[in-house]
């Protein structure tokens, strides 16, 4: 049975308590149940430094009936609180869980699949205390931990960059006034991707500034099927939300990768236009779209599979996922550009004490 209270709070004088001065905080961790939120609050609770006013867990699992069954730490059990998500994606969540805090001069977004490192709330605390006035938010330092001894596959390599990803929601501190200013997170974005630049560039719009933090958060690789590329291919269509919102420039701002949208978008034209001749009786037509998107996918294919470890399953599953990504890719931003085709772009209205717009946070 989980161990989690429902109305969790912090003893008056407790020990390693922030206080309620500017510098404390809550920490809101959005959770699907994986086993990892047990580690992420086990490494919270053994932190040296100030401990949060409050933790709130968001219980975003489609079925919450059953208590999530992770033991919470004997530290933390009497300011940890269990609100109910909507399911509706991590923006979302996060959304309910910094709304659930309280009057906290600082909301703390965690994801359940981290691990703080053994300094993180005395580092956090000085990160918090230097950071300028106008600073909506401080970012962590995110380490990801990959295998000794080979080549990480395309999966690791993609979990890798969010260590140099800016603004990520993995760890990062936001003011609870900055959030209350450009309302939170933008829950159409239901993927936990692209909805903390979103936020990043809205807070920054409004006037704010970010500012890098020292903390050092680890986030393991988790494990992952072969499929899980091929997935990650939805996000072409938040892209098409970003550029609605925030202008074609955004991925410069952003600090974002583009991504090899345009050769998927190459490939799969070959592909249907040699389906289209084949049908039309155009044989060397269709025969030369078919070398071209034989020659797109096999580049797109050894593009990924050469800096792996080059195991037998690791080059199956790229040669699979390469002939399926570039059309999936295509799809989503189709759909994308469907769904969002009405989105006005963001108009932010200044924080009158926020005049001035600086970006400059490093990656």
């Known amino acids: 049975m989980s161990e989690f209270t429902r109305q969790g709070r912090r003893r008056p004088g407790a020990r390693g308590s922030s206080g309620d001065g500017g510098g404390a905080y809550a920490v809101v961790v959005p959770t699907l149940g994986r086993p990892s939120l047990g580690a992420c609050l086990d490494a919270l609770a053994r932190c040296e430094g100030p401990m949060p006013v409050r933790v709130v867990v968001v219980d975003d699992r489609p079925e919450p009936d059953v208590p999530l069954e992770h033991e919470v730490p004997p530290s933390l059990r009497e300011r940890t609180t269990v609100v109910r998500g909507r399911a509706a994606g991590p923006a979302a969540a996060r959304n309910t869980g910094w709304r659930a805090a309280g009057a906290v001069p600082w909301i703390v977004f965690l994801d359940d699949d981290v691990v703080p490192g053994p300094c993180w709330a005395d580092d956090l605390a000085l990160d918090l ?12 330092r995110i380490e990801v931990p990959l295998p000794a001894g080979r080549r990480p596959t395309d999966w690791e390599r993609n979990t890798a960059g969010l260590a140099t990803a800016r603004w990520i ?3 990062m501190a ?6 209350e200013t450009v309302d939170g997170f933008d829950e159409r ?34 494990p992952a099927d072969r499929w899980v590329s091929l ?9 098409v939300l970003m550029t609605r919102r925030h202008g074609r420039d955004w991925w ?3 600090g974002a990768s583009r991504g090899r949208l345009p050769g998927h978008l190459a490939v799969t ?10 049908a039309l009786g155009r044989p060397r037509a269709a025969a030369l779209c078919a070398a071209g998107w034989l020659a797109g996918t096999a580049e797109f294919a050894l593009a990924r599979i050469l800096p792996g470890p080059r195991t037998r399953d690791e080059m199956v599953g790229m040669a699979l996922t390469s002939v399926a990504i570039p059309p999936a890719a295509v799809w989503h931003r ?29 990656s």
């Open 231 to 239: 997935r990650l291919q939805a996000g072409n269509a938040d892209d």
């Open 269 to 278: 034209a070959l592909a249907v236009t040699g389906l289209a001749c084949a």
């Open 189 to 222: 974005f239901r993927r936990a991707f692209r909805e903390d630049a979103d936020l990043a560039l809205r807070v920054l719009s409004a006037g704010w500034t970010l500012t890098a933090g020292t903390r050092v958060t680890r986030h393991p690789v988790r």
């Open 169 to 171: 929601t993995a760890d």
């Open 252 to 254: 410069e701002r952003a």
């Open 334 to 362: 189709l759909r994308g550009e469907v769904a969002y085709r009405g989105t006005a772009r963001f108009r932010p209205t200044a924080h009158p004490e926020h005049a001035t717009v600086a970006e400059g946070v490093p």
């Open 129 to 140: 205390a230097t950071a300028p006035p106008d600073s909506a938010g401080v970012t962590a």
């Open 174 to 179: 936001y003011r609870r006034e900055a959030l």
